[in-house]
């Protein structure tokens, strides 16, 4: 079993480092900024094994070529131009064995082309995916389409429903605020507002997630649900129906939130 925990970076990233338990081993994902993954590692006397990166961006990658001045070890991420890097370059389905954990890869582009999700099914499962999938909402749509971006969702959606989401940034009250104004009369989500509010309030992370939360809550997931397609109407002021295009309108009204 993995123990996983967050480092805080910069204003609001989380760079995640799993460990096994009773080992010094660790990995660390999406490692933007190498000097707080040292800080930690000194402190608690750890070795860090592997680097995993989901997508080419300087706040997920920025780190790497410092930490590998001080250990050299295996880089995994997608097969991608813009990180130079990376060892051991992953597809859809490849594996990757780590710290008794085995992680299968799944390709999730829409933020960027080359966006990578990894999923182990430990007890719980548990994905770190990066920039795509939030708690209370999903990543910009830099590089893709929509409906890429859509079935990259949908593709994480179908995990199982206590899967432990990692994502990479403390941005869940905004993207709830959000979602409020796109479901205001959903009383699970007005619940999980109260609830991570007070987490934020106590200077808890509100992540990991899990995708039973995410369902529930996330409009981003439940683009084929009626209040979701009403609301789409509301904002488009024409006929939207297919998920997809939903994504696209919902999508669009965050940006301009
Ligand atoms: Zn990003």
């Known amino acids: ?21 009773g080992t010094r081993q660790c990995g660390i994902v999406d490692p ?3 000097e707080p993954v040292l800080r930690y590692l000194a402190d608690n006397e750890l070795e860090l094994g592997m680097i995993f990166i989901t997508h080419h961006h300087g706040d997920h990658t920025g780190g790497i070529g410092r930490l590998l001045q001080e250990f050299d070890v295996p880089v995994y991420g997608p097969h991608s131009a813009n990180i130079p890097a990376i060892t051991h370059p992953l597809a859809e ?6 710290l008794g954990e085995t992680f299968r890869v799944l390709e999730i582009p829409g933020h960027t082309l080359d966006h990578i999700a990894y999923f182990a099914e ?8 990066g920039d795509t999938l939030f708690a209370g909402g999903c990543g910009r749509v830099f590089e893709g389409t929509h409906r890429m971006m859509h079935g990259s969702l949908q593709k994480l959606a179908a995990l199982p429903p206590d899967t432990m989401v990692y994502c990479a940034h403390e941005y869940t009250l905004a993207n709830l605020a959000f979602a409020h104004a796109v479901t205001p009369d959903s009383t ?13 309030e106590q200077d808890i992370p509100t992540v990991p997630t899990t995708i039973r939360v995410e369902l529930e809550t996330n409009p981003f997931l439940r683009c084929a649900e009626s209040d979701i397609i009403a609301a789409a109407h509301g904002q488009s002021g024409s006929k939207v129906s297919a998920p997809d295009e939903v994504f696209g309108v919902i999508r669009s009204w965050k940006d301009s939130f």
């Open 32 to 34: 933007g900024d190498a």
């Open 93 to 98: 389905d490849d594996t990757v064995n780590a």
């Open 1 to 21: 079993m993995l123990n996983v925990t967050p480092i805080p970076a910069f204003h609001d990233n989380y760079l995640w480092l799993f460990q096994a338990s």
């Open 122 to 129: 430990g007890n719980p499962p548990l994905l770190f995916c």
């Open 188 to 200: 699970l989500l007005a619940d999980r507002i109260a609830r991570e509010k007070a987490r934020r």
